[in-house]
Nanobody, 124 residues
Framework: QVQLVESGGGLVQAGGSLRLSCAAS????????MGWFRQAPGKDRMFVAH????????HYADSVKGRFTISRNNALNTMYLQMNSLKPEDSAVYYC?????????????????WGKGTLVTVSS
């Protein structure tokens, strides 16, 4: 079992930066693909970024490409999302996700483990 806890959300002005963290419990963290999703009020949860089990392969939603960077430290059982040049439309609850399958994370379907989310608010 993997339990996920997000942190690092908050209020930031447009153009600013935040770094989200996702701390995972469990001995098998290094065997999981990981990802970030976000859900704005009244909208569906959407894919933001994915990272494979060893951090070599990453994918991003077009809306965040070039501004967000996903990374992980398997020794610390932690995944990160560095968010730069933030825009008001980035405001959402950000969720950490883990699954043995890269495909499930990329599709946003059948994901085994979710965190409870951390709120990011970007003011204009």
């Amino acid at each position: 079992q993997v339990q996920l806890v997000e942190s690092g959300g908050g209020l930031v002005q447009a153009g600013g930066s935040l770094r989200l963290s996702c701390a995972a419990s469990g001995r098998t963290f290094g065997g999981y693909a990981m990802g970030w999703f976000r859900q704005a009020p009244g909208k569906d949860r959407m894919f933001v970024a994915h990272i494979n089990y060893n951090g070599v392969i990453t994918h991003y939603a077009d809306s965040v490409k070039g501004r967000f960077t996903i990374s992980r430290n398997n020794a610390l059982n932690t995944m990160y999302l560095q968010m730069n040049s933030l825009k008001p439309e980035d405001s959402a609850v950000y969720y950490c996700a883990a699954d043995p399958s890269d495909g499930n994370l990329l599709l946003g379907y059948g994901i085994d483990h979710w965190g409870k989310g951390t709120l990011v608010t970007v003011s204009s």
